[in-house]
């Protein structure tokens, strides 16, 4: 080789090793799971077992979102993925499911997570590796504290859901004697502490509280309890199973009496698993009707759910979803410079409100909460759901 083409040789040489460490110190200073062209998120959610009705609608209604944006090219050139991991709605497994995606490296943040106890034990898994934690179906007061910098919710919380319980069922229905059906884990306590505070403070208590545990159908012990209290309403902390259990034996028990559950509960699953004996069951939610186009957030709600999952009928579990996915894409999307998950959280802080169209989330430095929205709704004859503004014996 000559010392004129060793040169050039030396200089191209030089010019690679340059552009290799260019792109490794960019590599470096990259956020996890952000690349060039995607940013992915991961989601624990029970996708199996007796609540997977729960996870999988979520998970419906964030595909249906990141579907969505990414048809329209994605959020600033980057196509948005969804990995997600069942954990059966138990604790363990999501916490096993966390550190699988955590020390994967291949994460931006998390989203739609399903429970109060698996979001009590993943929540202090992602805070600790710095990773945002959005949109989980949960509405425990734990994460919706000042101290959770990470944590970013958007639905009302459940002290919220059952001080409106407490409030319809009394105003509307004179009820004075309410019994409670709670989960006998975080979730049932959480709903369990709302119900009381809301009755303390109209200086009444629940005239029975009974529980079953979770990932069960086992409810006879409690039915027994709470009919024996000969309640006017009974308020249902619980998922669609065990209380579709405890309404249909109830019924059968004649126990005359209001059946409120919590929006947990999941409503088309609990409607489905019901059957006729749903008719007159009430259900608090936290979203806008599924079924009500006059609302934007609605109209496009359906059309993306309809291009992700043909076969999916709108439903209050994956409306919620697509919304935790739009207010992901709209974060994104108000990010100036690098996407990161600081400026992720940054930008829902302080970027807001978010209007979805019909739906406005509000932040502050220091308020995660997102919504303070609580809606009633009531099972048909039919099986179908009808929005109401106020409590009445069902057929008044």
Do not use: W
């Not at 030089?14 to 991961?42: L, M, N, Q």
């Not at 306590?189 to 208590?205: N, P």
């Amino acid at each position: 080789m000559n010392r004129f083409r060793y040169r050039r040789f030396q200089i191209r040489a030089a010019a690679a090793a340059f552009v290799i460490a260019a792109c490794a110190a960019g590599s470096a200073r990259a956020e996890i799971g952000v690349t060039a062209d995607r940013i992915v998120f991961g989601q624990i959610a029970a996708l199996e077992g007796p609540a997977a009705a729960l996870g999988l609608g979520m998970q419906a209604g964030l595909q249906a979102a990141f579907d969505e944006a990414n048809i329209a090219g994605g959020v600033k050139g980057r196509k948005l993925q969804l990995v997600s991991v069942n954990d059966g709605y138990e604790p363990e497994k999501a916490v096993a499911a966390a550190k699988q995606l955590i020390a994967g490296g291949q994460i931006f943040a998390l989203a739609g997570s399903v429970g109060t106890p698996t979001s009590a034990a993943v929540e202090p898994l992602a805070s600790e590796a710095g990773i945002p934690f959005v949109g989980a179906f949960t509405g425990a007061e734990f994460l919706r504290q000042a101290d959770k910098p990470n944590v970013v919710n958007i639905r009302a919380s459940y002290a919220q859901e059952t001080e409106a319980m407490v409030a319809h069922l009394t105003a509307d229905l004179g009820a004075s004697r309410i019994a409670v059906l709670y989960q006998n884990d975080a979730f049932g306590q959480a709903g369990l502490a709302g119900v009381r505070h809301a009755l303390d403070r109209r200086r009444m208590a629940p005239i029975a509280e009974a529980s079953y545990e979770r990932n069960t159908v086992e409810v006879a012990g409690a039915l027994h309890v709470i009919k024996d209290s000969d309640p006017q309403a009974v308020i249902m902390i619980g998922a669609y199973k065990p209380c579709a259990e405890f309404i249909r034996q109830a019924r059968r028990a004649k126990l005359d009496a209001t059946f409120v559950n919590i929006s947990f509960v999941g409503s088309d699953a609990l409607t489905r698993e019901l059957g006729s004996a749903g008719a007159g069951v009430v259900v608090t939610q936290v979203v806008p009707f599924p079924g009500d186009t006059s609302i934007k957030l609605v109209r496009r709600y359906q059309a993306a759910l309809k291009h992700t999952r043909p076969d999916a009928p709108p439903g209050f579990v994956s409306l919620e979803g697509y919304m935790v996915g739009r207010l992901l894409v709209a974060a994104l999307a108000k990010i100036e410079g690098e996407v990161t998950r600081a400026a992720l959280l940054d930008a829902v802080k302080r970027a807001g409100p978010f209007d979805l169209g019909g739906f406005t989330l509000r932040y502050g430095a220091h308020d995660n909460r997102g919504s303070n929205r609580v809606y009633l709704t009531v099972i048909q004859a039919d099986g179908s759901f009808r929005p109401i503004d106020q409590l009445s014996k069902f057929g008044d």
